[in-house]
C-alpha cells in the first residue's frame, strides 16, 4: 500500500503531493510553493513568459525524487520528477521505472512509443518522457 497520495483520490484535480505535505497544483504561484517550504537549487528564465526552477531532494510516494516547476507567466503550468537512482547515466533503466510507477498508478496509459507513455486527464496530461539528446529522463504533469 502507498503511503503518500499523488492525486486526490478521485484524479479529478491533479494536485500532487511532495514531502507528504507541499500541495503542488494548476496555476500555484512561485511565491505559494517557497510558503509550502520548497528551497530552489536552480532557475533558468526562457526570456519568453516560461521561468523554470528546480529543487533537489524530495519525496514523492516514498521515493527520492528532484523536481522542477514550469511557470508561465508567474502561474504553474508544468511539474516533473525523476527518481534518484545510482546510475544517473542508464536514462533507459530510469524510464523503466518511471513507466513502472505510471502503471502502477493508473494502469495501461493512453498513449505509447519508445519515447513516452501518457495519461490524459480533465485537468491535464501525466507523462513519462525519455529525451535521449538532451540526455534526461522524468515524469512531468502539464495542467490545462
Not at 4 to 23: A, N
Not at 53 to 75: A, D, E, M, P, T
Not at 77 to 87: C, E, M, Q, Y
Request: hydrophobic residues 40%; aromatic residues 14%; negative net charge.
Amino acid at each position: 500500500m502507498l503511503t503518500t497520495v499523488v492525486f486526490r483520490q478521485d484524479t479529478k484535480s491533479g494536485c500532487v503531493y511532495l514531502d507528504d505535505h507541499i500541495e503542488i497544483g494548476k496555476d500555484l504561484t512561485f511565491t505559494a510553493l517557497v510558503e509550502q517550504g520548497v528551497k530552489f537549487d536552480g532557475e533558468i528564465d526562457m526570456g519568453n513568459g516560461w521561468m523554470l526552477f528546480s529543487s533537489w531532494n524530495h519525496c514523492i510516494l516514498g521515493r527520492q525524487v528532484n523536481v522542477s516547476f514550469g511557470f508561465f507567466k508567474g502561474c504553474l503550468k508544468k511539474f516533473g520528477f525523476a527518481l534518484i537512482s545510482g546510475d544517473g547515466r542508464d536514462l533507459e533503466g530510469l524510464k523503466i521505472k518511471h513507466d513502472a510507477l505510471l502503471n502502477e498508478l493508473f494502469g495501461i496509459p493512453q498513449k505509447k512509443n519508445e519515447i513516452l507513455i501518457a495519461y490524459d486527464f480533465v485537468w491535464g496530461t501525466v507523462s513519462s518522457q525519455l529525451d535521449p539528446r538532451g540526455g534526461s529522463c522524468s515524469v512531468e504533469f502539464y495542467w490545462k
